[in-house]
């Protein structure tokens, strides 16, 4: 069925907590583990259901977040989204206590039921209230951000839309879209800043009420990590700081190299080529063609996921007023579909976007496919992220169907960029950690905590002076930072895990795609760590697994240059 043709309807929440409950009360009451296995299939199809509703409404929303009338549904349904997680909190307790449990484990998996105890830890009825006003505050985060309209060049502009300015040739003009781009965030100062103020003290209340000293702990637990510990995190960040920033530091007096300057500053920071940056090749419609095409060619089982996405409409790409930043794709449910949403505006991200929301939705058909227990189609997002940024390199023989001429320029950009990237991740993750470690910290003691952290993770960055940035505010064009509060970390271990593919696929494309296509078909019936080893890849929190991956990443970059 084509998106258009799918039918919206509000979904019957009081009429699904009482299902809920009769399930419930039901499982308890069973006199068997597969008698309790089908009421779990149940619940899954009710939860199914439900999901889909929710998801198409939110897709809707943030295609045009003017639109009053998915407004009010995505609000609607942010606010019954906990009172649905308290019913289902019944549930999963008495799963977890059936005294058929070892049963259950063997047909469901042991790992539904740790995933399971540490959504039971992250949750309690009495934070209800907090939730709901916490999905409010998200909301306002969005449609503040997605209301920019940005005079310049005689043009009115969205952020995204700016994205190209950033990487233009002449150097007066990046700047100038740096400040148009800070004028905004500097008008609406006020607002960033109390929304962000104010999810600070709600996730901490939220925190506080479940027995937590901080959002720190709790955080962890929502996102589900299941097989390493906060000072995992910690180490891995050290090893960034240790192995690879001095890597970052010669890419970017590289870059200066290329751009023949010798006082590298912010502004400068985006252009990768003194020529111009590779840009994809051709309108919006003709790069989606080649996309079509590169899939067509890359697998069987990648062709027929592609076709899908064309005969159903199943992408909303290009930048446009009124619509939610960033990209993203997620998963409808009933009708076994992935969706993307992105920003399209013209430069060498539209093709990252493409490949890496793909490499998403590519995961997300193949598991649909694979894994009969919803709840474990999914990895951890660790794991997904793995899923789409090793599909970025993997797909490296047809990006010049993107780029043409521009290929070599791509590939390398490519590379240095996701190099680049992890320290940058590991900045916004350890700059949450220290903000809800201190949670009464001021809006000007944040910027200035960014400030200080950007110097551990990107010491080759001058602001010059630019208005927002140099002030340190930003990291509130991080939608993550809003949204998602700890969801970042992700990227990082995934980057990790993707520039061993491509070491691999250098050395022997078919091997690599094979351990892709074993990584993906398990889904999330592994954690992380062993679904690495399970396809003979090291996890990145292995002793010296970062050192040695992004050592041979930039020795590649060595070998590849391109003025």
Known sequence: MKFSQMTYQRPDYPAAFRQLEDLTARLRAAGSAGEQVQLYRQAEELLSHLSTQATLCSIRYTVDTRDPFYE?????????????????????????????????????????FRNIELELKSFSPEIIPLMQEENQLQNEYQKLYASARIPFQGKTVTVAQLGPYKESTDRATRRAALEAEGSFFDENRQQFDQLYDKLVKNRTEQARKLGFANYVELGFLRRGRNCYAPRDIAAFRDAVVKDLVPLTVKLKERQAKRLGIDDFKFQDNALKFKDGSAAPQGTPEEIL???????????????SFIDLMFDNELFDVLAKEGKAPGGYCTGLEDYGYPFIFSNFNGTSGDVDVLTHEAGHAFADYMSNQAVQTHALRCPTMEGAETHSMS?????APWHHLFFGEQNGKYQLSHAEDALL????????????????????WTPEERNQCWLRLEQRYRPYLDFDNLPFYSRGAGWQRQLHIYLYPFY??????????????????????????????AFVRQGGTKTFIDLAHSVGLRSPLDDGCVKDVCQAAFQWTEGHLVE
Request: glycine fraction near 2%; include cysteine; hydrophobic fraction near 40%.
């Open 72 to 112: 009010a549904e995505n609000e609607y349904n942010d606010q019954q989204s906990p009172l649905l997680q308290e019913k289902l909190q019944e549930f999963q307790k008495a799963l977890t206590a059936s005294p058929f449990r070892r049963e259950l484990e063997e047909e469901l998996g042991v790992l539904l």
């Open 391 to 395: 599909m970025e390199f993997l797909t």
């Open 289 to 303: 063609a080649a996309g079509k095409q590169m899939y067509h060619e890359l697998s069987p089982e990648t062709a």
């Open 421 to 440: 990237f992890i320290p940058y991740g590991c900045l916004v993750d350890h700059f949450q950690e220290e903000v809800y470690s201190h949670p009464d």
């Open 488 to 517: 970042y970390i992700d990227y990082c271990l995934a980057q990790v895990m993707s520039l061993q593919y491509f070491a691999l696929s250098l050395q022997d494309r078919d091997a690599a795609w094979e351990k892709y296509m």
